[in-house]
Nanobody
Framework: VQLQASGGGLVQAGGSLELSCAAS???????VGWFRQAPGKEREFVGAVNWNSGHTYYADSLKGRVNISRDKARSTVTLQLNSLKPEDTAVYYC??????????????????WGQGTLVTVSS
């Protein structure tokens, strides 16, 4: 499966972003996750969705600001992040894999990754 992330750009603090991840070649695996990596930092889990059930899981630090949804007809997963802060600046990646529930927050659980899309939040 090939993943294409889109929607990044420059956003003002307090605003919102919406990123999309589209799959081609075949459908997503069990989980579709979003991760982000800020300059000089490790890649961190943002959230994930179970492609079949639609159940969502979010990083504790982002709960209340993040929402992930899926569109099976369009083979896309959307990440929404609200009340943006400068520390949300990062390259955002989508990924998919047949992880088990206990590991779906880990990068090693995902076998296919998109190219990443840069989000810059200005203060």
């Amino acid at each position: 499966v090939q993943l294409q992330a889109s929607g990044g750009g420059l956003v003002q603090a307090g605003g919102s972003l919406e990123l999309s991840c589209a799959a081609s070649g075949r459908t997503f695996d069990r989980y579709v996750g979003w991760f982000r990596q800020a300059p000089g930092k490790e890649r961190e889990f943002v959230g994930a969705v179970n492609w079949n059930s639609g159940h969502t899981y979010y990083a504790d630090s982002l709960k209340g600001r993040v929402n992930i949804s899926r569109d099976k007809a369009r083979s896309t997963v959307t990440l929404q992040l609200n009340s943006l802060k400068p520390e949300d600046t990062a390259v955002y990646y989508c990924a998919t894999g047949n992880a088990i529930l206990s590991s779906m927050h880990m990068t090693r659980a995902y076998t296919s990754w998109g190219q990443g899309t840069l989000v810059t939040v200005s203060s």
